[in-house]
């Protein structure tokens, strides 16, 4: 029997190899992720390892385009490009620790999160702290944001659609 840790990923186990296989959700801590008590801050987040694939530069880009404060926390060899795209509304904090990662998520107006994933870890720690989810309309967020309840999805073929709707 095969498991799969999202729709998306059960798909290609069907696609692929031509089998079915169980979802199995990976779990998220929500004695730890849970809503704060202050008022949501000024600021869209944008966090976890910044690499190629998740995307982070486009929302960089959509936040500087916007004028709209953006906090980028995490770190990885897509910071040049991220540094490359940040406007002076663009703060870039490095990695951060789980508490303050829960106080950003806990702040935050929503996460940003353009990249296509498997699951998406991130979103879901961010909706169990109250924050919306502004996402590609692709991969495992398909399976965890509700669109119009906890958060909206999107599409956006080319880099261009992504930071045009971002901003918007």
Request: glycine residues 10%.
């Amino acid at each position: 029997e095969l498991v799969a840790n999202s729709n998306y990923v059960r798909d290609r186990i069907r696609r692929w190899w031509g089998r079915d296989a169980n979802v199995i959700a990976p779990p998220v801590d929500t004695d730890f992720y849970t809503p704060g008590t202050a008022a949501r801050g000024d600021y869209f987040l944008v966090a976890g390892r910044l690499v190629p694939y998740k995307r982070p530069e486009l929302a960089v880009a959509a936040a500087s385009k916007a004028g709209v404060r953006l906090i980028v926390a995490g770190d990885g060899r897509a910071r040049g490009a991220v540094e490359a795209a940040a406007g002076p509304t663009v703060e870039l904090m490095g990695r951060v620790d789980d508490d303050a990662m829960r106080d950003l998520y806990r702040g935050c107006r929503a996460l940003l999160f353009p990249g296509e994933e498997d699951f998406g870890i991130m979103p879901v720690e961010a909706q169990a702290c109250g924050a919306p989810v502004i996402a590609r309309a692709v991969g495992g967020v398909l399976d965890t944001v509700v669109p119009e309840t906890t958060g909206v999805l999107y599409g956006a073929a080319t880099d261009t659609e992504h930071v045009d709707t971002l901003a918007r």
